[in-house]
DNA sequence: CTGAAAGCGCTTACAG
DNA sequence: CTGAAAGCGCTTACAG
């Protein structure tokens, strides 16, 4: 009998049943390691072996109710097409690996999908990945409060870096005492008295309220404060770069100290002014925020807020993954921060810390 | 009526059919873009609105026999312990974007699975991974050649930097010209005699193919060569640095110039051999392979042979794609490199020169 | 422990 | 264009 439609294998449960001598329900069951003798199980292992059978995945999941597989959502950058972008791949991708590993721990797999700034079709695509996932978890700026809302209404939903709504569960660092310590860092130990804050992408909930604390801690520490439009980045080396050059152009003097939104703002920022010849940090400090790997390899190296990356995402999977579970969870799930001191701040090279935050001597030539 | 099974939602299909008047018949054709009057259209389309309905990707796959995700499975690097390691995501990292976005644009979405060195349920693991996918995209060291053959009978394989076998296709780069493209300039352009090759992990394809290169194209070249287990690192920085400190510490001469496995190494070849004292490039001249973008942020700028590490990602989606569609496809793509001369091998820092050299294919030197 | 049968939520000929 | 019905490959009560 000629087999029309699936030319080659596509071996299904019944293929290995026939083959073992057993029912499919039995085949099932060994399977899913459940209860069945030595005899059946070793008939239908074998069978399995001998067939190369792959269960199909999609069957599973329709009948049990439950894919094992976790949606992750993220913005392509694909507004800032420099080379030295790959590098922003970073901060994202580490958060993805740490969604993969607590997933792995679960049985689960990770979906990703990324959306284009200018993607027309968002809420399709949202939809199509929705559908194939137990729960998803979101990146920034990808869908607007309102948006996870509804979405939250159908499928477990964890945001990253927002805030939490009604339905949708999410994690975040503690944005205000990392830079509430920078702050304080620059004002007290070096005696800075007049910062600037570049900004990152104006609707970026992290960004907001690192923003915020920065305006709060630095007025509270009577220090000058210089913002505005002029002092708005994008969180990309690119965006900060045009940033200082624009100001710098416009004869605009520049503060003592520059916090940044973020490490990649801050390398753009260091990049632009050595550029134009203004020394980092006798000059203008500047400092970051992620403690990204590369900020270490900095010239100099980059004092800067530390995030537990990794663990941002492997809680946001397992946070999610209770939703999927039950009910109920931590909607607002804060993570510590710390600062980093290195010498981008002012600070005097020091071999032990550079050791200390590295386990690999940094190589730096004094 | 008490729905005992399912609490909430759970929207089907019928209950879109049923809101907005038509059959479910209708409601899939809507939904797929399918031929309906304006009339039904809108109808489902509100009915979809107003429920926030997401059609389930399981039930879709299990009727269509596509799922349109293809999974992805590399090697978690628990190997390597230390906080530089995270630098090493980036090549896997940006391969696996490359495949994202390939994937995007055909509609599919990318299933992420790591596998740990002492993982023992790996065979599991991947029928796992299989079962929820189209087909598979294998990085390196994850299953033997027997392996991917067996695997390769029942679901679509493409691996990276491995061989084709005779259901599975294969994406590499050239590494014999890029190992050789090297290996001329060091011993041409710079007149260094002796070389070594300090190896990545013994059981990759890529180290090999870059091993081999590097003993013959320096045999013909009368260079002299150091080999052997000595110089047997594992691609991660901290081997390479251990390799460089035993020897060092066994009395060993240094070699004029040392062609690494890939940029990691060099880069943990360049912190030990600056911890001894050892000048580079002026003692010991030091190359990598592969381009991660951190390459020209080290000190000096690492001269090294660069893959397009996201175009092959991309390729290999594009060739598995083409696999899940149709029989056939090219068996073994083999990507171009191209040299690129910056500081680590003792040319002068002249922009210039570095631009032009870069620009040179690395098959066509003089 | 084991098998026959129903059902998971879609898509798609098949008629109309 | 539209609806009734079969079928995709599994899991899981339900009997035996």
Redo the contacts with the bound molecule.
């Keep these: 009998m000629a087999e029309p ?2 030319p080659k294998g ?5 293929d ?2 026939t083959r073992a ?12 390691g ?4 030595t ?3 070793e008939r239908v292992l074998l069978a399995v072996r001998e067939l190369s ?4 995945g ?3 999941a ?4 439950l894919k094992e597989v976790v949606g992750v959502v993220f913005r392509r950058g694909d507004e800032v097409p420099f080379a030295d972008e790959d590098e922003s791949l970073l901060f994202i991708d580490v958060i993805n690996r740490g969604i993969e590993v607590a997933a792995q721990r679960r049985g689960f797999d990770v979906l990703m999908s990324s959306v284009g700034v200018h993607d027309e079709n968002l809420g399709s695509r949202i939809s199509a990945i929705a ?1 194939k996932a137990d729960g998803l978890i979101l990146h920034d700026r990808i869908l607007s409060t309102a948006g996870i809302a509804r979405l939250a209404e159908s499928v477990p939903i964890v945001t990253l870096a927002g805030s939490p709504t009604a339905a949708s569960l999410n994690v975040r660092c503690d944005n205000a005492s990392g830079i509430r310590a920078m702050v304080r860092h620059l004002v007290h130990d070096h005696g800075y008295r007049s910062l600037a804050y570049l900004s990152g992408h104006a609707d970026s909930p992290d960004n907001k309220a690192r923003g915020r604390a920065f305006e709060s801690e630095a007025a509270a520490a009577g220090a000058d404060l210089q913002t505005g439009p002029a002092w708005q980045g994008n969180y990309s080396a690119e965006g900060a770069a045009q940033v200082i050059m624009a100001l710098l152009d416009g004869g605009r003097a520049m503060p003592r100290a520059i916090v940044c939104a973020n490490d990649q703002t801050a390398l753009g920022a260091m990049h632009a002014l050595a550029r134009r010849g203004v020394d980092v940090p006798d000059q203008v400090a500047v400092t970051g925020f992620d403690d990204v790997p590369v900020a270490r390899h900095l010239h100099p190296p980059l004092t800067t807020v530390h995030q537990p990356i990794r663990e941002m995402g492997a809680t946001a999977f397992e946070v999610l993954w209770s939703r999927i579970n039950a009910t109920g969870g931590e909607p607002d799930v804060v993570l510590p921060v710390r600062l980093v001191v290195r010498e981008s701040c002012g600070c005097a090279h020091d071999p032990a810390a550079a050791l200390t935050s590295s386990a690999l001597p940094a190589g730096e030539e004094a």
């Design positions: 439609k699936k596509t071996l299904t449960i019944y290995v049943a001598g057993v029912s499919i329900a039995s085949v099932s069951r060994v399977l899913n459940l209860g069945s003798s005899e059946t199980r059978f792959v269960p199909d999609a069957a599973r329709l009948s049990n109710g559908g």
